[in-house]
């Protein structure tokens, strides 16, 4: 499963995990001080059927020579006419 082979990436010497491919945005989670975002939803794609599909994030990631230090995470949403607006929760 995702979950086993993103910690895999880690035992292997990955300093982040980042999915993608479901269209929708899925948890997070740091294991061994290393993160792993499952999914970021979607960013530019033609779907509007549900909410959940409208919905992505923008993930900057900052790292020293230490490894991972920080994240910040930037939520947007699709339009019906295709603009992708970054939203503030």
């Known amino acids: 499963n995702q979950k086993e082979l993103a910690r895999r ?3 292997a010497g990955a300093n982040a995990v ?3 491919h479901p269209h929708v945005v899925q948890e997070y989670e740091v294991y ?3 993160p792993i975002y499952y999914s970021l939803g ?3 794609f033609d779907q509007y059927f549900d909410e959940e599909v409208k919905k992505g994030i923008i993930v900057k ?3 020293s020579k230490d490894g ?3 994240a910040e995470v930037t ?3 699709l339009t019906q006419d295709g603009r992708v607006c970054p939203r503030v929760l």
């Open 9 to 11: 990436f880690i035992d």
């Open 18 to 20: 980042v999915g993608a």
């Open 32 to 34: 061994r001080r290393v």
């Open 42 to 44: 979607n960013f530019v």
């Open 61 to 63: 990631m900052l790292f």
């Open 68 to 70: 991972f230090v920080s």
């Open 75 to 77: 939520h947007t949403e």
